[in-house]
């Protein structure tokens, strides 16, 4: 059964540092997400992205995150100068069609030093 | 997206059947069901989802009330591989298409 991959799984970064986590949604899919979880938590939506574009996001995604979908295959969550609030574990989803299941992957644990 | 209220805990034994409930009194006609589980150090899953009719998959089955202001999502034989976080969770795709995740309920299955 065709599956969403994340890499890396565990990232460690100092604060203040730029990470990318990178995604490989379900090749035919064409609806992308990114949710985090921060431990102990509720899952918690951050982006939807569809066309190229966000078609919504959160008021957690602020100014330093943004998304990119740079080729036809993978789909990459950004943050730009981390802190140590944003230590959590980040999912990517991808849909075939608006309201349809979302298939996620394994995660990102991102640890913020 | 409506709220939805789950026991915040639940246990089974194992090989048994396992009802899960959910209550959502200010659902809309809109809104569809969908149930989603998370495995231990896993990401999100997705389980079943209904609208009006009872629905069964080769995972679950999902029993609506009539009046669609309850549901259950019923595991037929708990193994302790189906440990994990339940999530009901409404979704109205013109409200938007992000999926709402509130605390769930954390099944634990003893062998």
């Not at chain 2, 409930?21 to 809104?31: A, K, L, R, V, Y």
Request: charged content about 20%; proline content about 5%.
């Amino acid at each position: 059964e065709p599956e969403v991959t994340q890499t890396p799984s565990h990232q460690v970064t100092q604060m203040g540092q730029e990470v990318i986590l990178r995604c490989v949604p379900i090749s035919n899919h064409l609806y992308f997400y990114w949710y985090r979880q921060i431990l102990g938590q509720k899952v918690e939506f951050l982006v939807s992205f569809y066309n190229n574009e966000i078609s919504e996001k959160s008021e957690i995604f602020d100014d330093q995150f943004s998304v990119e979908r740079p080729d036809g295959s993978n789909f990459t969550l950004k943050i730009r100068s981390t802190k140590l609030e944003d230590s959590a574990m980040y999912f990517c989803a991808s849909s075939g069609n608006r309201g349809q299941p979302q298939h996620f992957g394994d995660g990102t644990r991102l640890s913020i030093l | 997206d409506a709220k939805t209220t789950q026991p915040n805990s639940m246990e089974s034994n194992e090989e048994e059947p396992v009802h899960l409930p959910c209550n959502h009194s200010t659902i809309s006609g809109t809104d569809y069901i969908h149930w989603y589980r998370q495995l231990p150090s896993q990401g999100p899953e997705y389980v079943i989802h209904g609208l009006t009719s009872n629905v069964n998959n080769r995972m679950a089955s999902l029993a609506i009330a009539e009046d669609r202001k309850s549901s259950t999502l019923i595991l037929h034989r708990a193994t302790l591989r189906d440990a994990a976080v339940y999530y009901c969770i409404l979704r109205d795709g013109k409200a938007g298409d992000k999926v709402i995740f509130g605390p769930g309920t954390s099944l634990s299955v003893i062998p």
